[in-house]
Nanobody, 123 residues
Framework: QVQLVESGGGSVQAGGSLRLSCAAS????????MGWFRQAPGKERERVAS???????TYTDSVKGRFTISKDNAKNTLYLQMNSLKPEDTAMYYC?????????????????WGQGTQVTVSS
């Protein structure tokens, strides 16, 4: 059974930082592409960042230069370092893991999903 457990969310003021973690079990983080998604009230779920098996990363434009996705293969854990947070970053953040080694997770794809962790940024 694959399990993804997010942690590290919370409430911060604008300009602050948080680091989200996604601990995986029953799944080898180093072998697959993984990503972070978020969903704010009234908005569709969007992919924030992804990282593949050779550490190639992608980011949505709104977080480039502020967020960094990474893996610690020894700990089998995915991270999202979030700096210079803005109120518009407020959302539920979800860890996702691809089921197919050829592709990265997508919002509507057949991914494994964590339960989510809330990030709230006040102005």
């Amino acid at each position: 059974q694959v399990q993804l457990v997010e942690s590290g969310g919370g409430s911060v003021q604008a300009g602050g930082s948080l680091r989200l973690s996604c601990a995986a079990s029953g799944y080898t983080v180093s072998t697959y592409c993984m990503g972070w998604f978020r969903q704010a009230p009234g908005k569709e779920r969007e992919r924030v960042a992804s990282i593949n098996s050779i550490d190639t990363t992608t980011y949505t434009d709104s977080v480039k230069g502020r967020f960094t996705i990474s893996k610690d293969n020894a700990k089998n854990t995915l991270y999202l370092q979030m700096n210079s947070l803005k109120p518009e970053d407020t959302a539920m953040y979800y860890c996702a893991a691809a089921r197919d080694r050829r592709f990265c997770p997508s919002s509507v794809g057949n991914n494994y999903w964590g339960q989510g962790t809330q990030v709230t940024v006040s102005s």
